[in-house]
T-cell receptor, first 114, second 113 residues
Framework: ETGVTQTPRHLVMGMTNKKSLKCEQHLGHNAMYWYKQSAKKPLELMFVYSLEERVENNSVPSRFSPECPNSSHLFLHLHTLQPEDSALYLC?????????????FGPGTRLLVL | QKEVEQDPGPLSVPEGAIVSLNCTYSNSAFQYFMWYRQYSRKGPELLMYTYSSGNKEDGRFTAQVDKSSKYISLFIRDSQPSDSATYLCAMISASGGSYIPTFGRGTSLIVHP
């Protein structure tokens, strides 16, 4: 295990639902990330948090809303998603932002939007 | 042109073969190079991390960086069925200050007994 956990591991939701993805890291890191992984496409960075402050938002639609209440926890709140949002959502953490640190990934949440 | 190009495969080899996985890139500011392995239904895990050009070896794995050609490779010797996974290359630029990795789309490797 990498020290990064994600729940739930699988999620099926309708386009009108609201759900949240949870990530927790046990590594004492100060930076956390959300990525989207779609089939045959590179990992897409969605959000970056450093010490609970959002430092990067890569033009992600507002139907995705991140929350970082502390340096160990990261949430991704989902509402009115579209079928094309179906993907694997990966959380990662690193020691800090601003230096070439190794990222440690969680197992991901497999999301299916019907 | 994508910043990082990686053939998605699948690459199918017999057990014991030497595997060569490659990525090319266009951004000459990339200085840090990584290879991640991702098993089915798991997140990526770091295999190798190198800085600038040269070779780095770790057991059966060798990472090679050729900055003049903007080309990186991961070699796997004596490949095993347990090596079957998707291999992602990632690179970090030394300029700009964010140090966020840029990933390739991954190469699917199948090692059959």
């Amino acid at each position: 295990e990498t020290g990064v956990t994600q729940t739930p591991r699988h999620l099926v939701m309708g386009m009108t639902n609201k759900k949240s993805l949870k990530c927790e890291q046990h590594l004492g890191h100060n930076a956390m990330y959300w990525y989207k992984q779609s089939a045959k496409k590179p990992l897409e960075l969605m959000f970056v948090y450093s010490l609970e402050e959002r430092v990067e938002n890569n033009s992600v639609p507002s139907r995705f809303s991140p929350e970082c209440p502390n340096s160990s926890h990261l949430f991704l709140h989902l509402h009115t998603l579209q079928p094309e949002d179906s993907a694997l959502y990966l959380c990662a953490s690193s020691q800090k932002v601003g230096s070439p640190e190794t990222q440690y990934f969680g197992p991901g949440t497999r999301l299916l939007v019907l | 042109q994508k910043e990082v190009e990686q053939d998605p495969g699948p690459l199918s080899v017999p057990e014991g073969a030497i595997v060569s996985l490659n990525c090319t890139y266009s951004n000459s500011a990339f200085q840090y190079f990584m290879w991640y392995r991702q098993y089915s239904r798991k997140g990526p895990e770091l295999l190798m991390y190198t800085y600038s050009s040269g070779n780095k070896e770790d057991g059966r794995f060798t990472a090679q960086v050729d900055k003049s050609s903007k080309y990186i490779s991961l070699f796997i010797r004596d490949s095993q069925p347990s090596d079957s996974a998707t291999y992602l290359c990632a690179m970090i630029s030394a300029s700009g200050g964010s140090y966020i990795p840029t990933f390739g789309r991954g190469t699917s490797l199948i090692v059959h007994p």
